[in-house]
């Protein structure tokens, strides 16, 4: 069924706001909500609603939940284009090795090499087939520090497809805690992790940052691996540092070539060494240390 994502733009909290009333307004239709920064300097964010049916209803419904919060843009609409994604999926991704990790879609199922780890992910609203290098960058990573470090307790910080807590899960059998900022990615997470036999091990949450309860009942995490961006990245650092118990790994991807100094910069600042970098494409994988 072809959807339309109805989407508005304000400053951080009244997006914060609206998304919350929205949240709890459109809880019992379970339309899939997203809110993400657009301009982290203009502080400029965009909060979204996925409806599959009677848009114009739900514009609605958007309108007068939001009336009495100023500062927000005009309601707009996007066509989204109807995609069979497995057909997608069959057309244009082929499999990814990175380290001991196979990761495919079902067209490949059971097409990978003895000690070879296979994940399934099909490709989806969320990030994280294994194409990009960042990801690659995560697994080959992942494929080094685990079976040296033996970690216990792991974190995987902006999960999208989930493809990185389902690495941990399958090579460590360790528990895992997924967050995401875009709850769309959350719940395709979920799927996967159901899909990939990993539920036994990942718990799955919506959050940006380190802001839900979960965290405060996980920690200290020995393992954290977050593939954003390497602004959000220095950003996190303090938060890292209080999450990760003494000795512990990070794992951080999602950072340019020529942003690797500057994002080391502001972890060293919080108490961290670098170890190793990998390279891959323009982007670089970094592994440090508390
Ligand atoms: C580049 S994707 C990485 C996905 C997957 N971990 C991988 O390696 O392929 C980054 C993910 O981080 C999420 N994200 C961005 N900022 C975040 C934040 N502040 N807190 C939590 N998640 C965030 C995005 O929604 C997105 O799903």
């Not at 003895?114 to 080959?140: D, K, M, N």
């Not at 839900?212 to 390497?230: G, S, T």
Request: contains cysteine; negative net charge.
């Amino acid at each position: 069924m072809p959807q339309t994502r109805l989407f508005f733009r304000s400053n951080g909290a009244p997006a914060r706001e609206a998304f919350s009333r929205l949240e709890a307004a459109f809880e019992e239709d379970g339309l899939p909500l997203a809110i993400r920064e657009l301009d982290e300097e203009r502080d400029i964010h965009e909060v979204s609603i996925y409806a599959s049916e009677d848009w114009e209803g739900v514009a609605d419904r958007m309108r007068s939940c939001l009336t009495s919060i100023a500062g927000l843009s005009e309601i707009e609409t996007e066509e989204l284009p109807e995609i069979d994604w497995v057909a997608h999926s069959l057309a244009g991704l082929k499999a990814v090795r990175a380290g001991r990790f196979f990761v495919h879609g079902s067209h490949e199922r059971g097409q990978h090499r003895a000690g070879e780890i296979p994940i399934e992910i099909e490709a989806s609203l969320a990030f994280g087939t294994g194409h990009h290098g960042t990801t690659s960058g995560c697994l080959e990573m992942i494929s080094r520090v685990v079976p040296r470090e033996h970690p216990r307790n792991a974190l995987d910080l902006g999960t999208g497809s989930a493809v990185l807590a389902i690495a941990i899960a399958r090579l460590a059998h360790i528990p895992v805690l997924a967050t995401d900022i875009d709850p769309v990615a959350v719940r395709v997470a979920r799927e996967n992790v159901r899909l990939n036999r990993a539920a036994e091990w990942v718990e799955t949450a919506a959050a940006p940052g380190f802001h839900h309860p979960a965290f405060a009942r996980r920690m200290p995490f020995d393992l954290i691996v977050a593939n954003i961006l390497a602004r959000p990245l220095i950003g996190l650092a303090p938060a890292m540092a209080r999450h990760l118990s003494p000795g512990g790994s990070l794992i951080l991807s999602g950072i340019l070539t020529h942003q690797r100094r500057q994002v080391i910069a502001g972890y060293v600042g919080q108490g961290f060494r670098h170890l190793t970098t990998l390279h891959r494409e323009e982007w670089v994988t970094i592994h440090m240390k508390r």
